[in-house]
Nanobody
C-alpha cells in the first residue's frame, strides 16, 4: 500500500524556519517526481515546489522562491521542504505528492499527481 507521510509542521512566528519531511512507501521512489502543495483555509490547493527524479531540477512558486528549498534523499525515500523567512501568508496545510508524469511543465498541476499524503499543518502564532 502506497503511503506518503508528512511531518515537521508546527507553530511558527515571522522569520522562523521549518523543515517538512515526507516519507514515501513507494516502490521505485526514484521513478517519481515529487511535489509540495499547500492549502490555506477557504482557498484552493496551490503548488509550492517540485523536484525531479534525481533531484537535479527544482521548481518553485513565485511566492516562495528564494525562501523555500525542496530536496530529496532517494536512499531514504524522503523528500524535504526547507522553509525559511516564514511569513503569515505561509500558513496552510502542506501536502507532498508523487507523480509519474514526465513533463516538467505539468508538475504545477495537482491533477497530475498519483499519490498524496495526509498533510501537515503550519500555523503562525500571533
Amino acid at each position: 500500500q502506497v503511503q506518503l507521510v508528512e511531518s515537521g509542521g508546527g507553530l511558527v512566528q515571522a522569520g522562523d524556519s521549518l523543515r517538512l519531511s515526507c516519507a514515501a512507501s513507494l516502490r521505485a521512489f526514484r521513478s517519481y517526481a515529487m511535489g509540495w502543495f499547500r492549502q490555506a483555509p477557504g482557498k484552493e490547493r496551490d503548488f509550492v515546489a517540485s523536484i525531479s527524479w534525481s533531484g537535479d531540477n527544482t521548481y518553485y512558486a513565485a511566492s516562495v522562491k528564494g525562501r523555500f528549498t525542496i530536496s530529496r534523499d532517494n536512499a531514504k525515500n524522503t523528500v524535504y521542504l526547507q522553509m525559511n523567512s516564514l511569513k503569515p501568508e505561509d500558513t496552510a496545510v502542506y501536502y507532498c505528492a508523487a507523480t509519474l508524469v514526465r513533463s516538467t511543465g505539468s508538475w504545477y498541476n495537482s491533477l497530475m499527481y498519483n499519490y498524496w499524503g495526509q498533510g501537515t499543518q503550519v500555523t503562525f502564532s500571533s
